[in-house]
Structure formats: C-alpha cells, structure tokens
C-alpha cells in the first residue's frame, strides 16, 4: 500500500491549502458576463453587408462581442448569453414561421424579454402580418429594416438606435379592461379590482371597492384567461406583483411583475397578443359599419 507523501490534496494531507484557494475564489471579484451582439444572417444577405456590420459593431461599440449563429439551433444555444441585441434575417432558418419561433424563444428567457430585435427582411408585409400574431407585446422594443432598399449607413443607424434607446418602455403597454381578483399578502384576504392597462411587465389596477393602494404591497392578480386561450391553460394566470407607484386618487397602482417564469411569460404573451388582436378586430368592423351606414 503506498505511502501519503504529504502532499497538499493527498489522503490525510494538511487541507489548508485546499481551504484557502476557497477563500480565495469566494473573495475575488466575480468575472463580468460578457454581453453579445448576435447577428443571424441568411444566404441572402450579402457578405459585404455582414462585413460592414461587424466592422461598424467594432468601431462603435467596442465593449460588445458579436456572434454568428450558422443554424437555428446555434442560435438557440446561444440564448443563455447576455444578448443584448438579435439581429437576425427572417429567411434565416427554414421560414419566416421558425425565424418567429426563434425570437419568441429568446423573449421566453425572463432576462431577455426586454431584449431588442432587429429584423432584417425583404418581405415586410409578410414580416409585419406574421410579428401581429405572434409577438405583438413586444412591439416597443423591437425593429425592422427592408434591407434590399436600404444603404449599409441605414442599418447601421437601425442597429445603433436598437443599442443606445435604452429608455423605451421594456414593453408596450395595452389599454385594456379586464375584471380581476387580486390577493393581498400582508392582508392575507381577497378583493376585487380591475386591471386597466396590461403589459408584459406590468400593469395599471384599480381597486373594485376604493381601497387605497400602498407602495411596496405584494399581490397576487388571477387574471382569467379562458376566453382567448385552450382549456388547457386553465382559467386564470396567477401572477405575483408588487405596487411600484400609487396614483393621486389612491385608487389606481402600477405594479411590476415578479418572481415570473418561463411558462407564466408564455402564457402572458399569448394571452395579451389574442387579446390585442380581438380588440383591433372590433375596432376594424366597427369602423367598416360606420362606412356602410353613411
């Protein structure tokens, strides 16, 4: 049987060493994550073009790493870094159908809902009819660029503009009037309300009964769902909030959503998307009865 010699690590061996390259590990400054430029091309856009991208990325924003997903499921991988822009063609990938896959793919990742999108198309009446029903909450933060009429100076303009715009809403806010029952926390009871404005993120909501709201309150809003979604979503959305900002009457708070998963910010870009669009589609026929009636 051999003998330990001692060594730092061995059998029986002084474990100090070991102990302190812990110490030492927990104490430096962790490793900033590096953010990313993903720029998904397809064989149409030219070389050039790419070249220019990248060079005008380098140049400007020289802090960014950029990436060349080759496939979709490169691209996919490649959703666990801190993207801070896609810049991606939609003929990357087998049709506009799996480019929109994609995109919601990364908006699932609670980190990157709020991450902006650049489209770059040739088609943007497909684009625009295919992004409305699909992914229409996120509307405020993303882009597109009919590339084949534009000059390389104006998809760099695009691509600086998604970069630097930083103070737009995380996502568009939606005028909406949705009965809801909400559960207080530090109440532990239920009360009745209505939700009047409805984002991603976030939402507007009155009290049913002029119960004053209070900043910091922890709630829980069900949101019913079953007119615009399958049974298989259930009947309501459950989502944790806090109030963020009480308006003068008391009566009306905005609240952020927390603690949201990958499902429930599923189920809430489906649900907000149908819902938009049954709204734009009650407006259109109204609009086409007040025509015919003249």
Same mark, same amino acid.
């Given at each position: *049987?051999?003998?330990?010699?001692?060594?730092?690590?061995?059998?029986?061996?002084?474990?100090?060493?070991?102990?302190?390259?812990?110490? @030492?590990?927990?104490?430096?400054?962790?490793?900033?994550?590096?953010?990313?430029?993903?720029?998904?091309?397809?064989?149409?856009?030219?070389?050039?073009?790419?070249?220019?991208?990248?060079?005008?990325?380098?140049?400007?924003?020289?802090?960014?790493?950029?990436?060349?997903?080759?496939?979709? @499921?490169?691209?996919?991988?490649?959703?666990?870094?801190?993207?801070?822009?896609?810049?991606?063609?939609?003929?990357?990938?087998?049709?506009?159908?799996?480019? *929109?896959?994609?995109?919601?793919?990364?908006?699932?990742?609670?980190?990157?809902?709020?991450?902006?999108?650049?489209?770059?198309?040739?088609?943007?009446?497909?684009?625009?009819?295919?992004?409305?029903?699909?992914?229409?909450?996120?509307?405020?933060?993303?882009?597109?660029?009919?590339?084949?009429?534009?000059?390389?100076?104006?998809?760099?303009?695009?691509?600086?503009?998604?970069? *630097?715009?930083?103070?737009?809403?995380?996502?568009?806010?939606?005028?909406?009037?949705?009965?809801?029952?909400?559960?207080?926390?530090?109440?532990?009871?239920?009360?009745?309300?209505?939700?009047?404005?409805?984002?991603?993120?976030?939402?507007?909501?009155?009290?049913?009964?002029?119960?004053?709201?209070?900043?910091?309150?922890?709630?829980?809003?069900?949101?019913?769902?079953?007119?615009?979604?399958?049974?298989? @979503?259930?009947?309501?959305?459950?989502?944790?909030?806090?109030?963020?900002?009480?308006?003068?009457?008391?009566?009306?708070?905005?609240?952020?959503?927390?603690?949201?998963?990958?499902?429930?910010? *599923?189920?809430?870009?489906?649900?907000?998307? @149908?819902?938009?669009?049954?709204?734009?589609?009650?407006?259109?026929?109204?609009?086409?009865?007040?025509?015919?009636?003249?």
């Amino acid at each position: *049987m051999a003998q330990n010699d001692g060594a730092p690590g061995g059998a029986g061996g002084d474990e100090k060493p070991s102990k302190n390259r812990v110490a @030492e590990y927990l104490q430096a400054p962790r490793k900033k994550r590096k953010s990313y430029v993903l720029v998904a091309c397809g064989k149409n856009i030219s070389q050039d073009l790419q070249a220019g991208i990248d060079q005008f990325l380098k140049v400007q924003f020289k802090q960014l790493a950029i990436s060349h997903p080759k496939t979709p @499921e490169d691209l996919k991988k490649q959703f666990a870094r801190q993207v801070v822009l896609l810049v991606i063609d939609d003929e990357f990938g087998a049709d506009l159908n799996q480019c *929109m896959d994609l995109v919601r793919d990364l908006k699932k990742k609670r980190t990157a809902s709020a991450t902006p999108v650049l489209f770059l198309t040739r088609s943007p009446e497909d684009l625009i009819k295919t992004y409305t029903t699909t992914l229409l909450p996120f509307q405020e933060v993303d882009d597109y660029l009919n590339y084949a009429k534009a000059v390389p100076g104006h998809v760099f303009s695009k691509i600086r503009a998604s970069l *630097m715009n930083q103070n737009r809403r995380k996502s568009r806010r939606y005028k909406v009037d949705i009965p809801v029952s909400y559960f207080l926390l530090h109440e532990d009871r239920f009360l009745e309300g209505s939700v009047i404005d409805l984002s991603i993120h976030g939402a507007l909501v009155k009290s049913g009964d002029g119960r004053i709201f209070h900043p910091g309150e922890q709630l829980k809003i069900h949101v019913p769902i079953a007119t615009f979604l399958p049974p298989t @979503e259930g009947d309501y959305l459950k989502l944790s909030a806090k109030v963020r900002r009480v308006f003068i009457s008391g009566t009306q708070a905005g609240v952020s959503f927390e603690f949201v998963t990958d499902k429930q910010l *599923m189920v809430l870009t489906r649900y907000l998307t @149908e819902l938009v669009n049954s709204q734009n589609l009650r407006r259109m026929q109204a609009f086409k009865s007040r025509n015919v009636a003249r």
